[in-house]
């Protein structure tokens, strides 16, 4: 059996395979509206005492996981032969060896807002952990932005030295009404401020857009603004996140009354289209990496790819209604990647036998996307 250590909910897509080191407990705002991940859980810091300990258990298990490596005869590295055995045994080795077997370069820091870890107590933490974890090359976290301007060039500099090289940002929108509507509690000033006071500090910055979040109240604005705001941020990582409204969160109420009404897909896809039309001359990586995005695809290096990514959406936007609501339905059930998938006739079939199952439903296609595998 493995040591205990403590693991907060949820990381960035991009942190599949890093180790997550808990160095707080929730979110210390948690009022946005679109978000449901920390409602109902109070916001605490952890012990720099109790982290250690933790950074000093995954050591101790990492240890154990290769010597069981090498018994098998593998030599120390994580075989699905190895990470098979783990799945018997209790304790958290499987998250241990799953950064292990992605080459050990990566940690993340949970939960939403490390930053808000005072910088000396933080800079400890980020020592102990390369001193425990010498293979590490990046060590990333969230932060809000406004946390961000509370936190000097200098100190981000400290945290730099001390270990941290990136640091993602839910910017969501450079809109001002959206924010104030979605409770987000920064303004797209403040937002290029604390975004820039990372860049200043020459770590890596990475900002999270969320198309939709406008609805259709703002959906013009919210492109427009949020291009403006990146365009003056000039991350290093723009990433898409596509709104997704869950039953119960005060998101859902607000669409529920009517004050908030949300795009259709399609919709989504033609502000995605205008928001990378206005963005300047970044030298920014755009990425989607997120299940939510229709468009798995739409990835490349800003400015050069700029057209490349326009033409990758406007393929989408090409497409008859039929075909699109194919794709739709291929791409939320996990078939589908990229409009040509579909050129593939197998999965062409069973997309089509999908449809006419969905159309027999209550809500028809648009209803029986909620339980989208019973489908196939
Ligand atoms: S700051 Fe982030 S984690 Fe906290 S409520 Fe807002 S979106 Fe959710």
């Given amino acids: 059996m493995f040591q205990h250590f403590e693991m907060g909910p949820i990381r960035p897509p991009s942190e599949a395979g890093s180790l997550l080191i808990r160095v707080t407990r ?8 679109f978000c449901p991940v920390y409602k109902g859980e109070d916001f605490s810091l952890r012990d720099t005492d109790d982290i250690i300990a933790d950074i000093d258990t995954m050591a101790g298990i990492a240890e154990d996981l290769r010597q069981l490596s090498r018994d098998q005869g593998s030599g120390g590295q994580m075989t699905p032969a190895v990470v098979r055995q783990l799945l018997f045994r209790e304790g958290q080795g499987l998250q241990v060896a799953t950064f292990l077997a992605h080459g050990g370069q990566g940690a993340f820091l949970q939960d939403a807002d490390s930053l808000v870890v005072k910088p000396p107590q933080l800079e400890r933490i980020l020592r102990h952990l390369k001193l425990r974890f010498p293979s590490l090359e990046r ?3 969230y932060a809000r932005s406004r946390t961000l301007l509370s936190r000097s060039v ?6 730099r030295e001390a270990g941290l090289t990136r640091v993602h940002v839910g910017l969501e929108s450079g809109n001002d009404d959206v924010l104030t509507f979605m409770k987000k509690g920064v303004t797209g000033a403040q937002q290029v401020e604390g ?3 990372v860049m200043q500090a020459k770590l890596e910055l990475s900002c999270y857009v969320m198309p939709g979040l406008g609805g259709q109240r703002w959906t013009q604005a919210h492109a427009k603004d949020t291009a403006r705001v990146l365009s003056a941020i000039a991350p290093d990582f723009i990433r898409l996140r596509t709104l997704a409204i869950l039953p119960g969160s005060p998101l859902d109420a607000a669409q529920q009354s009517g004050e908030f009404e949300a795009l259709s ?7 995605i289209r205008r928001f990378i039309e206005a963005l300047e001359e970044i030298p920014t990586y755009l990425a989607s990496d997120h299940v939510l995005n229709l468009l798995g695809d739409l990835e490349g290096q800003l400015p050069k790819e700029k057209q490349a990514l326009l033409g990758m959406v406007d ?6 209604d039929e075909t699109r609501e194919l794709f739709i339905i291929g791409r939320r059930v996990g078939l589908v990647h990229r409009p040509i998938d ?7 079939e069973r997309l089509v036998h999908a449809r006419e199952q969905a159309r027999k439903m209550p809500g028809g296609v648009k209803g029986a996307l909620g339980v989208r595998y019973d489908l196939l």
């Fill in 26 to 33: 929730n979110c210390p705002w948690n009022r946005c509206t």
């Fill in 154 to 159: 200098e100190q981000l500099e400290s945290l």
């Fill in 195 to 197: 975004c820039t006071r």
């Fill in 265 to 271: 897909d399609l919709e989504i896809v033609e502000e």
């Fill in 315 to 320: 393929t989408f936007l090409g497409l008859d």
């Fill in 139 to 141: 060590i990333t976290t």
């Fill in 342 to 348: 579909l050129f593939d006739e197998g999965i062409r």
